[in-house]
């Protein structure tokens, strides 16, 4: 069943690769985009498994944002069920959970001390809002102007 609404997930949002995503994944205002920092390798490698991330980032993401807008969660609150729903979904795949998030951890240290360069102009900041994250919401306001005037005058 969790593979049927990880698909209809799929079918219902666009994924992006093309940007610096602080926390490694994050969403467009209206949730119709989904993006994946560029950095995160697409795969990891889990007892010779070559496994796919996106699927479950997708899914965390979406579950997320659905929380925020459809019930008003806090953030927090909303970001703890979707992990819990991204868990599911890598058991579910027959994947080991603690090393799925083994490599989660190592790729969120090394994003987060990267310089942002690139963010989506219509990239969701409530999740970093409700953390009281200001110096990244500085720098993702930063880059995210540079962004939207690269749009405006190719």
């Known amino acids: 069943m969790l593979k049927h609404a990880v698909q209809a997930i799929l079918r219902r949002t666009r994924l992006d690769r093309t940007y610096d995503i602080p926390y490694l994944a994050g969403y467009s205002s209206d949730g119709g985009t989904i993006y994946i920092d560029r950095h995160l390798p697409r795969f990891c490698k889990i007892r010779g ?80 809002r409700d953390e009281h994250d200001t110096q990244l919401l500085k720098s993702i306001q930063k880059a995210s102007q540079k962004e939207s005037a690269l749009k405006r005058d190719p």
């Open 49 to 128: 498994r070559r496994v796919g991330v996106d699927r479950f980032l997708i899914l965390h993401e979406a579950v997320e944002k659905a929380l925020l807008d459809k019930l008003g969660l806090h953030y927090q609150h909303a970001h703890q069920i979707a992990l819990r729903a991204e868990e599911a979904a890598v058991h579910a795949a027959g994947v080991s959970w603690r090393e799925y998030d083994r490599f989660m951890q190592l790729h969120i240290k090394d994003v987060g001390h990267e310089k942002l360069r690139r963010i989506p102009f219509d990239l969701d900041i409530k999740p970093y």
